[in-house]
């Protein structure tokens, strides 16, 4: 080296740049470690300090001693060859300045390893194209063409344009750039070139050709070629909408769940089962569960309507948060309407939980609750079945069950159960016994005498959810009895001698409102009752949630049941209410001397007196021979028209009055139209009617003319208590209606109309001296006021606020009736205005007869509170049922009659506030509805018929009677009360026609069976049907000739349930809304 380079600068120069070649292909070996590797660099490094030389050039510091050999070029030493003076500038060579990508690579053949260019890579190449590359050996290559190449380099297409096809002992070179290093570095990847065809895809065609067969199967069929003449078939998913139509499934739902809660109330199903035949004793029909997500533990409400699942989860949450001191997270629950009422949701929304919602007829979305109700009605089943329990017992059933799970294992649950889960403390079962099982409960010493048996024979139907103690069914008494003094049986079963089911249903009887005296001191043995208004049960901590205890009667005279019973036997509706009217009493004076000691009284004498003279009724005169003078009565001026004979003081003495339904019609009419209405009274309104007879009456008490005692008056006019009086009035009336343009309505004799300009009309409704009007024009109720006033002596009460003892208010919502200071009056006058008030008129299952045992009771006071009632019916539909059943007991009422009698009075006592309420702007339109009960009466076996008509969003026409014959079927008895509504119907019609509203439609009349529906259409069932009687099949007629038309409703939605028989309070009450029986301030 000392030689070649002469000097030792140079020497050194060379040995740091072999130093630093060292230094930057430093590098671990395999197995070195750290320390050591840290030792060598470190080693290195010191080398270069002290050869204390400085890199100048960075060009000079990566060369190394090895590559200083003779120069390609011009075979020289001592430079680089980039250094070389006389390096060629050649076009073949790449600059180093040219900023693209570069590559150097080559394609090598699998076979035998030989290298040489590939053509498919390139997308053009011209191979006319002849040249040579000098390549860095300084040797050639010959050039057979050039064209483009496509790469794609970090995802993206790049295409070379000025590559060069080569091929030669070194390989294919693309003419790129080089890095500073001098390698050629390209990550990239040739695109391969395609020839694309087109041809006409039939995939589409064959699969409407196979019928819409699947796609798969039709690329079955071609690529494994089962068949001849099917081409290739591609294995599409494309859409077909034909198959979304005709084909479309629903989704898988998962079979284990995805997420389940980690703590306790953060996640609570929820469901309703049901309903459940028979119906326990306590009118239930649904179970409601409620089962948390984290331990599984479940609770159960018995429900009478799915209405009622609002209220119980209120208690479900109440319960649970005094318990655990949590709140609920999360609900989870079906679309039922039970679940997504406003209500519902704005407590939720309200409280914080949140709501899961199954999808539309998607329940297996609820599927731990769906799952939970079988399993619950399964063991159900095997429970009643074992000890072959009557059905009803199935709620009892139901708590038990899941009192039972509760303590069961579970998969959801690992090694706990759901209640130790819940709790966190191990649930004993040493109290389980076998559901329905014998049991001998003791009877405590104070409740027996010393020879009687000190323990009596029950069923055991569970625990007591109060107390810690046993419940048990006394069948002898039917009660349910709490005991933890009980002995059990359980290989015995209840005997019941009884095989039929539907025997077994109603063994559990259920008096929810009679009130007993309370127990003075607790009993252990207790025999619990349940009455509907008292407050709800709480639930344990320790068991869920279960039924109402279910009681029945003590045993007493009268029979615990009633069902169907209907007034009026032998009489019409009309003729049965004036009858029991007769019997009501007032307390006004009976006679002159009475009445002459009370100022007011006096007063209206001398005003009857002065009416009689101003109107010339009569002219005083001396009697002619041989005739006759009725004597006369005060305290209002009548004829003792008792003393009158037939065909000589009187002939004709029918007068019409105007009809209740007429009256609620024209208030309901009024109030769908927003007419006011107006009410006038005629004073001594019968004082107007003309005489036809020569009659003549003695001067009255108090009024006796001096020195003409001798003499009598000679009628002109009629005066009341004389028999011919109304219908002289009437006529007198009538007559005036008929002179000044009114018409009077043909199927309603007290119903005038008259019509004005523009289609205007007036009605005016006529009861006796009281007239109510309305119209569409004001100025037609002002004309026909001041024509009355000319014509007779009237008294202008304004807007109609009391009618016949009825009070109307009418508001901008509507028009309000009721009774309430007549219903006051009844309750004080039968000393029950200090009674405690009952919720429902009549015990639910209530039955009694003519023969009832008991004593009898003086018939009179019994007629006149039973009267009384009646008339309390104009306005109260809601009582129409009981009135006219007890109605029927007034021949010889007993002690049992009287006492329902009374409860009906302390159920008003706790409603006087109750009417009628027509909602203004409402549907004018009539609503049928027709129901009847099958052979209810015990005396006759006659169904009872019962209808009511709506306007107005309110009755104003009902009925429950008995019907005048015995039928052998529902079916009979129901198409025998269609009858009867059909024809109260076509008089309906007939009036709103008087009233200007005439319905071309077909009127409709809601029926709850279908059979009677079908039989009013055609005449099926002849041979069940034959004998019915043909006046009944007067309604097959009005339906033939589209009058009538009978549509079928559910049972809930039947209103004249309630005029047909004894109803639950829950759907007592319901039915009593829907006929718009309420409160006033309900209304506003």
């Known amino acids: 080296m000392k030689q070649k380079f002469a000097g030792s600068t140079k020497v050194k120069r060379a040995q740091l740049q072999a130093l630093r070649k060292d230094f930057e292909t430093l590098a671990m070996k395999e197995g070195e470690s750290v320390n050591s590797y840290f030792a060598r660099t470190l080693a290195i490094a010191k080398k270069m300090e002290a050869s204390e030389e400085e890199v100048e050039k960075e060009v000079e510091e990566e060369a190394s001693l090895e590559q200083r050999r003779n120069v390609y070029n011009c075979h020289k030493l001592g430079h680089f060859q980039y250094e070389c003076p006389s390096w060629e500038k050649s076009a073949h060579y790449a600059e180093m300045d040219e900023e693209e990508e570069v590559l150097l690579m080559a394609y090598i053949e699998k076979e035998g390893g030989r290298k040489e260019g590939n053509k498919s890579w390139f997308t053009t190449l011209d191979d006319m194209f002849e040249h040579s590359v000098k390549l860095g050996n300084n040797t050639r290559m010959q050039v057979k063409g050039k064209g483009d190449i496509r790469l794609e380099i970090g995802g993206r297409a790049h295409t070379t344009g000025r590559s060069k096809y080569i091929i030669g002992r070194g390989g294919m070179i693309l003419r790129t750039n080089m890095t500073s290093n001098k390698t050629f570095v390209l990550l990239a990847t040739v695109i391969p070139q395609n020839c ?20 798969k199967s039709l690329h079955y069929l071609s690529n494994k070629n089962l068949v001849e003449g099917l081409p290739w078939i591609s294995d599409t998913d494309k859409a077909c909408e034909v198959c979304n139509k005709g084909k479309q499934h629903r989704e898988v739902i998962p079979k284990m769940v995805r997420w389940r809660a980690t703590e306790r109330l953060e996640l609570v199903h929820t469901d309703v089962c049901g309903p459940i035949t028979p119906i326990t004793a306590s009118n239930k029909r649904y179970l409601l569960t409620f089962i948390d997500d984290y331990s599984r533990k479940t609770w159960v409400y018995f429900l009478s309507e799915k209405s009622e699942a609002f209220n119980m989860f209120l208690n479900f949450k109440s319960s649970i948060q005094n318990e655990m001191g949590m709140n609920i997270r999360c609900l ?22 949140k709501r899961q919602l199954t999808a539309a007829y998607t329940p297996q979305q609820n599927g731990v609750a769906e799952r939970k109700n079988r399993t619950i009605m399964n063991m159900v089943r095997c429970l009643l079945i074992e000890k072959t ?8 059933a139901a708590r038990w069950t899941v009192h039972i799970l509760n303590r069961s294992p579970t998969s959801a649950v690992k090694e706990k159960t759901p209640q130790a889960s819940w709790s966190g403390i191990k649930p004993s079962v040493d109290h389980f016994k076998v559901f329905g099982c014998i049991a001998h409960v003791h009877v405590p010493d104070k409740n027996r005498t010393k020879l009687e048996d000190k323990s009596i024979k029950c069923v055991f139907v569970g625990l007591s959810e109060e107390s810690k103690a046993y419940k048990m069914f006394n069948p002898v008494t039917r009660r349910v009895i709490i005991s933890r003094d009980v002995k059990f049986e359980e290989d015995q079963s209840w005997d019941r001698g009884r095989s039929s089911d539907e025997e077994n249903e109603d063994m559990l009887v259920c008096d929810e409102n009679i009130e007993d005296e309370a127990e003075k001191e607790p009993n252990p043995n207790a025999e619990v009752s349940v009455d509907a208004e008292a407050e709800p049960e709480k639930q344990s901590s320790e068991e869920d949630q279960a039924e109402p205890k279910t009681r029945s009667t003590r045993t007493r005279q009268t029979p615990a049941h009633l069902r169907d019973y209907v007034s009026g036997e032998g009489m019409s509706e009309d003729e049965a209410e004036q009858y029991l009217v007769l019997f009501t009493c007032d307390k006004d004076p009976t006679g002159y001397y009475e009445a002459a000691k009370r100022e007011e009284w006096r007063r209206a004498m001398d005003l009857e007196i002065e009416a009689i003279i101003k109107n010339e009724t009569w002219e005083l005169e001396t009697l002619p021979a041989g005739q006759k003078k009725i004597p006369v009565k005060w305290a209002r001026l009548v004829v003792k028209g008792y003393s009158q004979r037939h065909g000589i003081d009187y002939d004709e003495v029918f007068a019409p009055v105007a009809r209740w339904d007429t009256i609620r019609m024209l208030l309901a009419l009024a109030a769908c139209k927003s007419w006011e209405v107006f009410q006038l009274d005629v004073k ?33 006019k009629a005066l009341y208590g004389l ?7 009437h006529s007198r009336i009538e007559e005036y209606f008929m002179r000044n343009g009114f018409k009077k309505c043909s199927h ?4 005038f109309v008259k019509n004005g300009k523009e289609g205007d009309f007036l009605l005016v409704s006529l009861y006796v001296d009281d007239l109510i009007f309305t ?40 028009i309000f009736l009721c009774q309430k200071k007549y219903a006051r009056e009844i309750v004080t006058r039968f000393g029950m205005e200090n009674c ?3 919720k429902n008129l009549i015990v639910p299952g209530t039955r009694m007869s003519l023969e009832e045992e008991g004593e009898e009771i003086g018939a009179t006071q019994y007629k006149q509170l039973i009267g009384s009632l009646m008339y309390l019916t104009n306005t109260r539909s809601d009582i129409m049922y009981v009135v006219c059943f007890l109605s029927r007991f007034m021949a010889k009422p007993k002690k049992a009659h009287l006492l329902a009698a009374k409860r009906v009075l302390r159920y008003i006592n706790g409603t006087l506030e109750l009417g009628l309420f027509y909602k203004k702007g409402s549907n004018e339109d009539l609503q049928a509805y027709t129901d009847s009960d099958f052979a209810g009466d015990m005396d006759s076996a006659r169904s009872t018929s019962g209808y009511v008509f709506l306007m107005g969003e309110a009755a104003v026409a009902w009925s429950s009677r008995k019907q005048s014959v015995v039928t052998l079927s529902t079916t009979e008895a129901e198409y025998v009360a269609a009858a009867a509504c059909a024809c109260q119907c076509i008089w309906m019609k007939t009036i709103l026609e008087s009233f200007g509203q005439t319905q071309n439609k077909c009127s409709v009349v809601f029926c709850d069976n279908s059979s009677s529906i079908k039989l009013s259409k055609n005449p099926v069932f002849h041979g069940r049907t034959k004998h019915i009687n043909v006046k009944f099949h007067f309604l097959r007629d009005l339906v033939k000739d589209g009058e009538i038309e009978l549509v079928h409703c559910g049972s809930k939605d039947q209103i004249a349930d309630i005029m047909t028989k004894p109803l639950k309070l829950d759907t007592y009450e319901q039915l009593r809304r829907m006929m718009g029986v309420q409160k006033v301030e309900d209304a506003n």
């Open 723 to 729: 028999k011919q009086a109304p219908r002289a009035w």
């Open 748 to 751: 309603e004799h007290t119903l």
């Open 836 to 838: 405690n008030a009952v």
């Open 196 to 215: 694309l065809q087109v041809t006409e895809d039939t995939t589409n065609l064959w699969h409407q050709r196979f019928g819409h067969l699947n796609h």
């Open 775 to 814: 119209g569409t024009n004001l100025s037609l109720c002002e004309e026909f006021k001041i024509s009355m006033k000319q014509e007779f002596d009237m008294t202008d009460l304004g807007k109609m606020k009391f009618f016949l003892g009825v009070e109307i208010q009418q508001m901008n919502e509507g």
């Open 389 to 396: 329990m009557p059905k009803v017992f199935w709620a009892e």
């Open 332 to 353: 989870r629950s079906d679309r039922g309407g039970e679940f997504t009422s406003d209500k519902f949701n704005k407590f939720c929304e309200k409280c914080g939980i």
């Open 684 to 716: 001594s309104a019968f004082l107007h009617g003309d005489l036809k007879e020569m009659m003549y009456v003695e001067q009255p008490e108090g009024y006796i003319k001096a020195g003409e005692e001798h003499k009598a008056y000679r009628l002109k």
